[in-house]
């Protein structure tokens, strides 16, 4: 069909994916030579649309399972590797660590976000948007936990549990480059999470970060500091990523008579 392949390729579809449409729609005009394809604008648009939300599926179940073995490989780190070395640099290991916790919490929100949106009609966009900022994190995560091996002197086959989670962030993050491709550029339209469940939301991880710290350091000065640092990292990711993942509401637009008699 002619200029099936540019359509295609405006909407975002191409390599493989596009010849097999074309050999697919091609083998159904010669088995039907009378019927009534559309115009390739339009077939263009129809694959896209119907591709649109498996491929944002895809691409937030194989990222979350990463995120789980990342989780899983953290948990075994924390546990025998990381705090049985003796540092070099305090410094270094010490943003090593930073980069862990803040990584590993909004890798969690954010993953947990993303397979909560893509089953309950959340627009794919922000969908997207969610699981790249996990993605994100996550690697975050796998580069702060092969600082910490390496500045440590752990041995070497301890950073296979820090690395092997690194391959399924990457297949994660190819489809979902796929599914953005094909996903219009237009912010999605959404009202955000009511401002009394973040702000419960917070205090409640803020409240278990401090109860549980003073409880594992018995010193309920250590659980009220390590308390307020997470209530302090809650608020500054809530107000850098809160609209993007959808989470905080946009602020509606003025018009200029608004903006002069405000």
């Known amino acids: 069909m002619n200029g099936l392949r540019e359509e295609l390729a405006r909407v975002g579809i191409t390599g493989r994916l596009a010849r097999r449409i074309e050999l697919e729609l091609d083998d159904h005009a010669r088995c039907d030579p009378t019927a ?5 604008e339009l077939i263009a648009e129809r694959f896209a649309e119907e591709l649109r939300l498996p491929r944002t599926r895809r691409a937030v179940h194989s990222g979350f399972a990463a995120l789980t073995v990342v989780a899983a490989g953290l948990a075994v780190l924390s546990a025998d590797a ?10 270094f290991v010490s943003l090593a660590g930073l980069a862990i916790v803040l990584g590993a919490q909004v890798a969690f929100v954010a993953g947990s976000l993303a397979l909560w949106g893509v089953h309950r009609g959340t627009h794919v966009r922000a969908v997207q948007r ?11 995560v796998v580069a702060g936990e092969t600082i ?4 440590t002197h752990s041995p070497a086959w301890w950073y296979a549990l820090a690395l092997v989670p690194a391959t399924g962030l990457a297949r994660s993050a190819v489809a979902l480059r796929e599914a953005d491709a094909i996903t219009p550029r237009a912010a999605p339209a959404g009202g955000g999470f009511p401002r009394p469940a973040v702000i419960a939301i917070g205090a409640a ?3 278990l970060v ?10 309920w000065a250590e659980g009220l500091t390590r308390g307020a640092f997470e209530a302090i990292a809650f608020a500054i990711c809530f107000l850098a990523l ?4 959808g989470i905080r509401a946009q602020a509606p637009l003025r018009t200029r008579h608004q903006r002069y008699t405000a």
Do not use: K, Q, Y
Not at 130 to 140: K, P, Q, Y
Not at 148 to 151: I, K, P, R, S
Not at 210 to 219: D, L, N, P, Q, R
């Open 210 to 219: 401090a109860v549980g710290s003073a409880f594992a350091e018995h010193s």
């Open 82 to 91: 990381l705090p049985a070395a003796h540092a070099t640099s305090a410094l």
């Open 130 to 140: 969610r699981i790249l900022a996990a993605l994100v994190a996550g690697a975050l």
């Open 242 to 245: 809160g609209r993007g993942l």
């Open 148 to 151: 910490d091996l390496a500045l």
């Open 205 to 207: 991880a803020a409240l």
């Open 36 to 40: 009534h394809l559309g115009s390739p």
